[in-house]
């Protein structure tokens, strides 16, 4: 079993930053692919970003190409999302997951193919 947990979401005015933090434990956190999405009111859950357990490769939907980073450190069983330039649409509830991954170059940009997922963080960007 493999358990997630978010931290660092918060209230942020337009144009703030911040570093969401998603913490792994139960299973060899290398092995694992891992994404980044986000579910708005009324919305659908949909990707933010994803990397591939060897942080060879990642991958980004367009409304946050050029304004967040994912990275992972697998000594630290961590994988991060670095925000910037936060507009008021990002605001949303945000969950990291996880997928075991047989390559180290492999990512994943389907919800349905996440077999782990954390318990959600809520950003808020005022305007």
């Known amino acids: 079993q493999v358990q997630l947990a978010e931290s660092g979401g918060g209230l942020v005015q337009a144009g703030g930053s911040l570093r969401l933090s998603c913490a792994v434990s139960g299973r060899t956190f290398r092995n694992y692919a891992m994404g980044w999405f986000r579910q708005a009111p009324g919305k659908e859950r949909e990707f933010v970003a994803a990397?591939?357990?060897?942080?060879?490769?990642?991958y980004y939907a367009d409304s946050v190409k050029g304004r967040f980073t994912i990275s992972r450190d697998n000594a630290k069983n961590t994988v991060y999302l670095q925000m910037n330039s936060l507009k008021s649409e990002d605001t949303a509830v945000y969950y990291c997951?996880?997928?075991?991954?047989?390559?180290?170059?492999?990512?994943?940009?389907?919800?349905?193919?996440?077999?782990?997922w954390g318990q959600g963080t809520q950003v808020t960007v005022s305007s």
């Open positions: 997951a996880a997928s075991p991954s047989l390559s180290g170059s492999y990512y994943y940009i389907g919800a349905n193919e996440y077999d782990y």
């Open positions: 990397i591939s357990w060897g942080g060879y490769s990642t």
